[in-house]
């Protein structure tokens, strides 16, 4: 999931033909001050972070007049929300308010259809409204291919209780949010709150837009604007994990790479398979093993893939090994994986003699793999050994290099 800020997403908002408060970014208390005085009205400050719930966060602050806006930007761009510094506040104009609504569009993953989620109570947590007030929330699920016609998107605010007028402006205004959330091939569009103000005017004051990452190659106009690689990060992601991404991305058709990375740690952990990768990792960690990553790769990358992955992994500071380990692969060439690694390991003059390296790779063209491997110098293993075996072996490596580790 590709993430993007909340001026981001109000600009698509607002290029189709969707109302938004007047706003601009402010990177100091001075420029907030500046864009203030030139509004010339109480603005809302806003921390631009990626992430939602900046209300509860302490990160969404109202100001005045210019001074005001200058001291309260000056505090958020103090702040971490999240594990996200601020570098940049939200300036906008605050609106006359007479209710708050709410609408997101998402898929929903059971159903594997997307969702609308529309309640006249907004500004608040839907998931609680949800559990306490289900008769106040309208779920509706729209077909993929047909999408969503005029009158389903007047049906469910009529389903709400709108009527007259409203409702057919409500009815368009969804209509034009769904098209975007088409369109931009988004995972989720969310609006809280959906504002009517004190001129029946109706705004999207506060919007939360994210893009799958799959399809960011069909949108190259987002490029830059947008965080990938997102879509599990509960902080920012660290230089190398953007790098990870980057390999992964440039051949998004073949193989998959993923890396986190973990704080401290010394064994390079590259290892296939989601439920594979996880048994390796607990066995490592077991025998006394300190992984300083978490990565997978699988669906028969390509070398390059495998090259990049492998140069990200061993860049980490502190890194004093590498494990690459899989169960028996199907459709992964383990030939490659081998020409990836060793190319990689090759470029950064790692001599596998000096610094601990154990494969574990078992399956297509696994003689060709063995070969390679043995010409490196390189400790190999098919499925003569177990997995945890084989994790056994990297901490037993790690202990013949360095005397005293894991004591």
């Known amino acids: 999931m590709a993430r993007l800020l909340e001026n981001q997403s109000k600009d ?3 290029q189709a033909g969707i109302p938004v408060p007047e706003y601009y970014v402010a990177g100091s208390p001075e420029q907030a001050a500046e864009i203030v005085e030139k509004l010339g009205k109480p603005v809302v400050l806003k921390a631009l972070v990626p992430i ?5 966060a302490g990160a969404i602050k109202f100001a ?10 000056g505090e958020l761009l103090q702040m971490t929300v999240s594990k996200y510094p601020v570098q940049q506040v939200l300036v906008e104009e605050k609106l006359e308010i007479k209710e708050e609504l709410y609408v997101s569009i998402t898929i929903d993953r059971v159903k594997q259809l997307p969702v609308i989620i ?7 947590d839907v998931e609680e409204l949800t559990k306490k007030h289900p008769e106040k929330v309208c779920t509706y699920y729209v077909h993929p291919w047909k999408g969503l016609f005029d009158y389903q998107s007047r049906e469910i605010w009529a389903g709400l209780g709108v009527s007259g007028k409203r409702l057919v402006k409500l009815g368009g205004l969804l209509k034009k949010l769904y098209k975007v959330f088409e369109d931009y091939e988004a995972y989720i569009l969310e609006i809280n709150p959906l504002v009517v103000t004190t001129d029946d005017e109706i705004v999207a004051a506060a919007s939360v837009m994210a893009i799958d990452d799959s399809a960011m190659f069909r949108h190259p106009e987002l490029a830059g604007k947008v965080q990938m690689g997102t ?6 992601l660290t230089d190398l994990e953007k790098k990870a991404v980057e390999v992964n991305e440039a051949d998004p058709y073949r193989g ?10 010394d064994i390079g952990f590259m290892c296939g398979g989601g439920g594979g990768s996880l048994l390796l990792f607990d066995a490592l960690v077991e025998f006394g093993g300190r992984p300083a990553n978490y990565s997978e790769f699988g669906g028969n990358p390509s070398d390059e893939k495998v090259y990049g992955l492998t140069k ?9 090994g590498l494990f690459v380990a899989q169960n028996i692969t199907n459709n992964t060439q383990v030939d490659l994986v081998a020409k990836g690694v060793i190319r990689a390991i090759r470029e950064l003059n790692i001599d596998p003699k000096d610094f601990p390296i154990v494969v574990r790779e078992a399956g297509v063209n696994e003689e060709t793999a063995r070969r390679l491997f043995a010409e490196a110098g390189i400790e190999y293993y098919g499925d003569e050994i177990t997995m945890t075996g084989a994790a056994r072996r990297m901490v037993e490596k790690m202990k013949e290099r360095y005397p005293g580790y894991g004591e």
Do not use: C, F, H
Not at 52 to 56: I, V
Not at 231 to 236: G, K, L, N, S, V
Not at 312 to 320: A, D, E, M, Q
């Open 231 to 236: 879509e599990r990060a509960w902080r920012p």
């Open 52 to 56: 939602g719930k900046r209300g509860k």
């Open 64 to 73: 005045d007049n210019a001074e005001q806006a200058r001291v309260l930007t």
């Open 256 to 265: 998959t790479a993923r890396y986190t990375e973990m704080e401290d740690g």
């Open 312 to 320: 990200v992994i061993l860049s980490k500071p502190g890194v004093k």
């Open 118 to 124: 529309a309640s006249l109570s907004g500004g608040i």
């Open 12 to 14: 698509i908002l607002r």
